[in-house]
């Protein structure tokens, strides 16, 4: 008797998690459909399908994140974002909201807290396709909250995260105060001649602030206008 129970329980064990395991692929799938209507600007069944999701799936980042995307109120998705990147920092939607509260504090003004989310952003996400905007971004920022020294200090460090990629750095940045790399000792034999082009001038095809990234759903759907 004892072994039929202890083999029912251990069935039905089985089935719960075989069941969890077919309701998380269906929950990504779902997600991810609503995130590509978003994408694609299909908002009247974007809003449609996120009702349904935000009664099966209450909670889920995903969910929340194609809401902040939906948002006309800039106030209401900034809060969202904070949601997903104090609650659910591991979620493949961290980014996205980081990359958000950037912009979103760089359209309010707030230039200071801007920088600081788009350094999270870049710091954490380096292979992330807006992170050339980012970057940009990020330099104007520190430039009108005035912190200078630590352009500069982010510049070099970003060169160096990124070499050879192509940054839109201001004018107002004096190229000869941006500090050297950091060479370790084994690397300081055979290392080519500077090149004496200013940085500006590395890589090719400057990505302009203002164009819109595939990437991430970087997009807002009518909050930052």
Do not use: W
Not at 18 to 36: E, K, N, P
Not at 158 to 171: L, Q, Y
């Amino acid at each position: 008797m004892r072994n039929s129970k202890n083999k029912l329980i251990r069935a039905t064990l089985f089935l719960l998690i075989i069941s969890a395991g077919f309701t998380g692929i269906g929950r990504s799938q779902d997600v991810d459909g609503l995130l590509a209507l978003v994408s694609a600007g299909k908002l009247d069944s974007a809003n449609t399908l996120l009702a349904d999701l935000s009664y099966q799936y209450p909670g889920h980042p995903g969910v929340r994140f194609a809401r902040a995307l939906m948002q006309d109120d800039a106030l209401v998705a900034a809060g969202l974002y904070k949601d997903i990147v104090r609650n659910h920092q591991d979620s493949p939607y961290a980014a996205g909201s980081l990359l958000r509260l950037g912009e979103y504090y760089y359209s309010q003004g707030l230039y200071r807290q801007s920088r600081e989310f788009f350094l999270r952003f870049i710091k954490g996400s380096p292979d992330h396709p807006y992170i050339t905007n980012a970057v940009n971004l990020c330099l104007r920022a520190g430039i009108a909250s005035r912190q200078i020294d630590a352009v500069y200090t982010d510049l070099a460090e970003f060169v160096e995260m990124f070499p050879g990629r192509a940054f839109d750095i201001p004018e107002e940045l004096d190229m000869t105060r941006v500090p050297r790399q950091r060479t370790s000792p084994a690397t300081t034999q055979n290392i080519p001649a500077p090149v004496t082009a200013p940085l500006r001038g590395l890589g090719q095809d400057v990505t302009p602030v203002e164009r819109e990234s595939r990437g991430d759903f970087s997009v807002q759907a009518g909050a930052f206008g």
